[in-house]
């Protein structure tokens, strides 16, 4: 049984990527006592492929916290570690991993995920891409008791955030990851205070959000302007949208829709200070852009570099 008073819980913190770091770092300076972190193992990455510990790992150890880093949280090791470590509760933030329920009956006030979508809207592994590629102008975050399903549990605390025109994934993910930590601090002082009750979700409302993959991030001219813009801003920075052109891979970065509809969809028209692409409706302004193999640049100097001519087309 918990010891649940107003000088905090006992708490062992869930998470891997660097979206999860506000939480981490609001949890640490809270009346909480983080006891240990659970992260994914090191992972190789980069050009060289070198193991790399996750962020959540390299704040852990700024603080010299015990980390367990299991290859799946249903291992008697890892479950025999938590036991002895003894949570009140586990938060979780992009943990990526299913958590089992041998784990999830440990802490006795269960599991507290932090998801950025308004549940039971974007269940799944990318609510903030798909909130911007469907043109929500509303999203959020919310803190729910994990269980078994898919982001199904009840709600504890919900907070609200616009999605701005020009919003990437990561610049929405990013102020929900900063606004979400103070959500997460407060629903573990409402838990500890015994002043909330969970809710559960509506059964309407619901909407998935699967991982977008790099298919998912290939442009389809012959969609309208703002589709394609959506599109773009939901797949930066990852997965990278992208298109062809002379036969190899072209990443595009965010765009503007033009007020010109006078191309054909993927037909490119570069001037002195701006390349336009036609779409299915309207013409969209291309920012900056990458080829393969090369470094990032603006869209008109990638024009001049490779001299553009009037008749070609992306993604044929």
Known sequence: MCDVTSTGLRVVFAGTPEVAVPSLRALLVSRHEVVGVVTRPDARSGRGRREAASPIR??????DLPVLTPQRPSDPDFLAHLQEW????????????????????IPALGWVNLHFSLLPAWRGAAP??????????????????????????????????TV?????????????????????????????????????QAN????????LTPVDAQID??????AVDRRIRACTPAPGAWTTHRGARLKIFPVEVAASRELEPGQVRAGKREVLVGTGAGDVCLGRVQPQGKKLMAAADWARGIRISENEVLGG
């Not at 390299?58 to 603080?63: F, K, L, P, Q, R």
């Not at 911007?132 to 982001?151: K, N, R």
């Not at 309407?204 to 991982?211: E, F, I, Q, T």
């Open 164 to 200: 701005r025109p020009n919003d990437t994934s990561g610049d929405l993910l990013g102020r929900l990851a900063d606004g979400g930590a103070g959500l997460l601090t407060a629903t573990l002082d409402a838990l500890a205070d015994g002043a909330v009750t969970p809710v559960a």
């Open 128 to 161: 903030v891409q798909h909130a911007i590629l469907h043109g929500d102008e509303v999203t959020g975050a919310s803190t729910f008791l994990l269980e078994e399903g898919l982001d199904t549990g009840p709600v504890l605390g919900t907070m609200t955030e």
């Open 204 to 211: 309407d409302g619901v909407s998935l959000a699967p991982k």
């Open 221 to 226: 001219w012959q969609q309208p302007g703002f």
């Open 58 to 63: 390299a704040v852990a150890g700024e603080h």
């Open 86 to 105: 003894a949570p009140d509760v586990c938060p979780v933030v992009a943990y990526g991993a299913l958590v089992p329920r041998a784990a999830l009956d």
